[in-house]
């Protein structure tokens, strides 16, 4: 059974992976510590500034212990996050109509805060791709907690909801499409540079970023690809390209 590493499929015992596959899987675990260490900076420095008052003798008030606990307790976030991202269930594909399966996750809004707004628009519910089925809700899922991230950071000022769409394409091949607007941030001139996931995960620093790495990659690993677009002023849209399943159940 093959290990994957955001993706990066690293071969069985007795089978050496290649230059290229080394250099990305260590790529990839790069951005992850580089990640990890700036989302739990600021909370250590937290726990350990309590820490230190109460062993110089400071009397600490009930705030500064409910401060350490939420401090710690995103500071676990963090490593399950990280967990997550790097220990993926086993993949085992199979058959998945995918409308249904969209319609029918989107009704659980992908496991996130019910206070996400998600619109979900399917067309042709009868498509059918060959994916792992633990492997593409997380996939969306990730994607999902970016969008909403991002919506909680900068507000978009209509409040508008974060839309997940299903297109049929010509070529045997379905899209999805998440796509989100806001304003208000600084940092929207670096999008306009930014093509792959990958890049917005290296130019956004916060931890639901390292979620992208994984979602290329499980759509790479089931042969399909992904795409980043930022049209102005301030619409983003993350786009998965799936293969159907033909009638012997092959992609």
């Not at 250590?44 to 710690?72: C, F, N, P, Q």
Request: hydrophobic fraction near 35%; charged fraction near 25%; glycine fraction near 6%.
């Amino acid at each position: 059974m093959n290990t994957i590493l955001c993706g990066n499929v690293i071969p069985p015992i007795g089978q050496s992976p290649t230059a290229s596959e080394m250099l990305s899987a260590l790529e990839d675990l790069y951005i992850i510590c580089d990640r990890f260490s700036h989302a739990i900076r600021t909370h250590l420095g937290v726990s350990m500034g309590i820490i230190d008052d109460h062993l110089a003798g400071y009397t600490l008030e009930r705030k500064d212990y409910e401060d350490a606990k939420s401090a710690l307790q995103a500071i676990l976030g963090t490593l399950n996050s990280v967990r997550d991202i790097t220990n993926p269930p086993r993949f085992m594909p199979e058959e998945v109509s995918l409308g249904e399966f969209i319609e029918s996750e989107a009704n659980q809004k992908f496991g996130l805060d019910p206070a996400l707004q998600l619109f979900t628009e399917t067309e042709g519910v009868a498509l059918r791709v060959r994916y792992d089925r633990k492997l593409l809700y997380r996939a969306l899922r990730c994607l999902l907690q970016y969008a909403n991230s991002r919506q909680q950071r900068y507000t978009a000022g209509d409040d508008s909801p974060i839309s997940l769409r299903l297109i049929e394409q010509r070529n045997g091949s379905s899209r999805i499409i998440i796509e989100f607007n806001q304003s208000g941030s600084s940092d929207n001139t670096l999008y306009r540079q930014a093509r792959t996931w990958r890049d917005i995960s290296i130019i956004d620093h916060a931890t639901e970023s390292l979620g992208l790495l994984f979602a290329e990659r499980v759509f790479e690993l089931h042969g399909g690809s992904s795409e980043f677009r930022f049209t102005e002023p301030t619409t983003f849209s993350f786009i998965a390209n799936l293969t159907l399943a033909e009638g012997d159940g092959v992609f």
